[in-house]
Structures are given as C-alpha cells and as structure tokens.
C-alpha cells in the first residue's frame, strides 16, 4: 500500500483566461486597501477653547444658577398684580434640585464605626483608652501605646479623651 499523499495530485481549479475572475466576499467586504491614518486629516484645532480646573467650573456653574433664580424671581413679581396678590403658579421653581444644592436628610442606619489605627471597620473598643480597633493584632498595638498617643488618636477622631 503506497503511503498517503503519495498519489497524483489535483492541481487547483485555475480561471481560465476567458473567465474573469471576480472577487469574493470577503476580498469584496475588506477593508485592508483602505488607507487608514492615525489622525483624522479634516481635523481643525480650535482655537478659543481654554481648559478650567474644577474649582472655575463650579462657581461658572453657581453663577449661572444664580441669574437664572433672579431672573425667574423678577418674572414672579412682574407677574403680581397691583393689589398685591400673586398670580397662580403651580411649580415651585425655587426648589429646583442641582447638582450642588442636592441635600439629603440623615440616615436611618447606625452611624458607623471606623478603626483608630487602621482606618478599617472598628467593631470593637479599647475599655481602658476608648480606642476602636479593627482586630486582634491592632488590640495588641493599642496595649502597648502610651497615654498621650491614646489621647492624640482620640483627638484626630474628634473625641474628648479620657484615659483611665
């Protein structure tokens, strides 16, 4: 039995020259002889436009809220009739939210408690300094703190420090 591959081999099919040959979908739905530069070339710069750090963006933008109430404010009183009283509005346009008059009321959750030392979550507290810490390693650190480095972490946390 002669090995595989060993026998004649089919040339491939060859367009003759009165065919033309087309091309196929994929030739035809490529985009490789498309000339593709990096930068678009009908791109101007534009000149007038200056870049503003965070802080001149929000007072641009309390400006603006701020005309926009006056204005609406003196339509309200060009509205108001002579004797005094106020023409019908049914929207409360002073209470408009924006993004920096949002105001929320406290939450409901218990406020939570954060580790001296590590900043983590502190569920428990030091009896002797008041101290919260995180875990065991942290107790084991707050042991070893003298009393005026008690009283200076319970300072930062805004605390009025008592050590026994």
């Known amino acids: ?53 965070l802080k001149a963006v929000l007072t641009q933008e309390r400006e603006r809220e701020r005309v926009e109430r006056e204005r609406r404010r003196q339509e309200r009183e060009q509205q108001m009739e002579v004797d005094g009283q106020a023409a019908v509005d049914d929207t409360a346009e002073e209470d408009l939210p924006t993004y920096s008059s949002i105001e929320s009321p406290p939450s409901f959750l218990p406020q939570r408690k954060y580790c001296d030392i590590t900043g983590l979550e502190g569920p428990y507290t030091d009896p002797a300094t008041g101290l919260r810490y995180h875990d065991k390693s942290i107790y084991e650190l707050i042991k070893g703190l003298s009393g005026s480095a008690a009283k200076d972490y319970l300072s930062a946390r805004g605390v009025n420090p008592i050590v026994k």
Request: charged share 25%; net charge positive; glycine share 4%.
């Open 1 to 53: 039995m002669p090995p595989k591959g060993s026998g004649k081999k089919k040339q491939p099919l060859q367009p003759t020259e009165s065919e033309p040959s087309s091309p196929t979908l994929a030739e035809q739905l490529s985009y490789l002889h498309n000339p593709r530069p990096f930068k678009n070339p009908n791109y101007t710069k534009n000149v007038n436009r200056r870049s503003k750090n």
